[in-house]
């Protein structure tokens, strides 16, 4: 079964990127795509909506990579490092957001993160943080816009939490463009051109 048609497509900074709508529902098509630890994984979500959200993404992904490498998706051996992070054991990098019934994945040669979420998304809590403050006001970006920029960092950083405390912007290259430290790690992140009613971003390692 080919791949159905991406809600928006892109390439930035030497990633390749697909955002779908995740559907209502998912039966034996997609499971059938994912590993063994993924169905059981997702056989043992108690919210139902979260099994959707995890299956289509993952079905998603490895149908993605799949016409990369040019084999079955099921077979793509991709397993949670210690940080929780999914890395491919081959050494493809890929990294996934899903936020609002939609997916971001990216893929490329580098160690990337992404971060899709919904526009409308409250952001008092997210402003309060000290990177998101300095990204906003620095780079002439929403809150929300910020956020992204920060998450993706500190995802293609792969460290949740942790990272994200520990970034500082280093320069604004160009609107949407900027570059982050974390000790003497650079990180890259820009902000997508997704439609209206997301934002994104994806950030690689340097
Ligand atoms: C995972 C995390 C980085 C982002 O989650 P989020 O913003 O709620 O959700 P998103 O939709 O943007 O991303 C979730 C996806 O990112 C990926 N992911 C999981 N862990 C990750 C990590 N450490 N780094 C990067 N990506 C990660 C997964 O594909 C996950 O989707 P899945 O559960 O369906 O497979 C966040 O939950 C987090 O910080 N977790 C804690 C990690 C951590 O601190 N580990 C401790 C060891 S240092």
Redesign the pocket.
Known sequence: MPTPLPLWRGRCLDVELRCWRLPDAVGDVERDLLSQDERERAAGFKLERRRV??VA??AYLRRALADVLGVVPWSIPIS?DD????QHAGGMQF?????ANAVLIGWGARPL?V??EASQRKTEHVARMRIVAEVRDAASVSAIGAFTLA?AA??AI?????AVRGLRLEKVVRQGEIEFLSGTQRIRANVLAVPDSYVAAVAVLD
């Open positions: 959200e995890y993404s993952r949670p940080a929780g992070k999914p990294n996934l957001s899903h936020s993160g971060d899709l998450e500190s995802k792969g460290r949740g939490l942790v």
